[in-house]
């Protein structure tokens, strides 16, 4: 399994701009990884393997993708964010790809020397629409590995993504959701409330802050989007950082603080979080916060 415990990573001074690349590769290199125990868990559960063909919403640097496609499966992401996608390709042994490595036999050229993952893979950027490819088996797996229920609003695009999704997807496909457990199972609340306190004075003008997680939040995704409820799941996914410069960075990289960066500056916001962070940080230098995430799974009807 992925570590949790991530190296160490400076963050830079705070008047540098960070750029989207810089953004990208922290959420692939320090934070994505927490999430690691909750894809295999789904993974398991679902028993996914070479029957498996998997369409990510919101796939990013395709930590997901690579795990359920060393499982066999053929998977395909999608996402908005051009800079995670190109670390998916990177990731999963294509880099610089902007097409489908899946290629015809005939065509492959030096493709057949790329992993069996990048062989098995597929990135598109754009909506789910955009993953339609004509005469392509259709998917028997959605997943929504994003966790929600964390920032005000954060659920408003995933039904509108599930419903471009949905029918590119057989009858009865299996549709995993996935969100922040409740506040007292995630050491990481506190931390995140610093988001919604300094965004304050910005929110009447724009969504995101934090917020505490809401029992149903799945259900009424799922719901909306005309989807049966087929069982849930919760999993352990600490947060570990080698120090707290890392951790800063990796928790930023989450757009979750961005409404408050907008609002009184990035230097304060890494002030603030860094100094939320110290309760939760060890003898050794290193930052432990515990957390529990749930998974709602779901079939098509």
């Not at 964390?150 to 993504?161: K, N, Q, R, V």
Request: hydrophobic share 40%; with cysteine; aromatic share 4%.
């Amino acid at each position: 399994m992925t570590p949790t415990l991530v190296r160490h990573h400076t963050y830079a001074a705070s008047s540098a701009p960070v750029d989207p690349g810089t953004r990208a590769r922290d959420w692939a290199e320090i934070q994505e990884r927490a999430l690691a125990p909750l894809h295999e868990a789904v993974f398991d559960r679902l028993e996914v393997g070479a029957g498996t063909r998997m369409l990510s919403l919101g796939c990013g640097s395709g930590l997901a993708l690579l795990a359920a496609a060393s499982r066999g499966a053929r998977v395909t992401g999608v996402d908005t964010d051009r800079e995670r996608l190109a670390l998916a390709r990177e990731r999963l042994g294509s880099p610089g790809r902007a097409e489908d490595p899946v290629g015809r036999a005939e065509d492959s050229g030096g493709w057949a020397r790329e992993t069996e993952p990048a062989r098995r893979a597929r990135l598109v950027e754009g909506p789910p629409s955009a993953a339609a490819t004509t005469g392509a088996p259709p998917y028997n797996l959605l997943t929504a590995f994003h966790p929600i229920g964390c920032a005000a609003g954060d659920s408003e695009g995933l039904a509108p993504a599930l419903a471009e999704a949905v029918p590119l997807a057989v009858r009865g496909a299996t549709v995993v959701l996935t969100g922040w457990g409740p506040p007292e199972r995630c050491a990481t609340a506190p931390v995140l409330r610093v988001a919604a306190r300094l965004a304050e004075p910005a929110r009447a003008a724009r969504p995101g802050g934090w917020r505490p997680a809401l029992r149903d939040d799945l259900e009424e995704v799922a719901a909306r989007a005309g989807l049966k409820p087929d069982g849930s799941g919760r999993v352990s996914c600490p947060f570990g950082y080698a120090d707290v410069d890392s951790a800063v960075r990796g928790l930023l990289s989450t757009g979750l603080f961005d409404a408050a960066a907008r609002a009184t500056g990035r230097s304060r916001v890494e002030k603030e979080v860094a100094e939320a962070l110290l309760p939760h940080r060890r003898p050794d230098g290193t930052v432990w916060m515990p957390n529990v995430f749930r998974y709602l799974v779901c079939v098509t009807t």
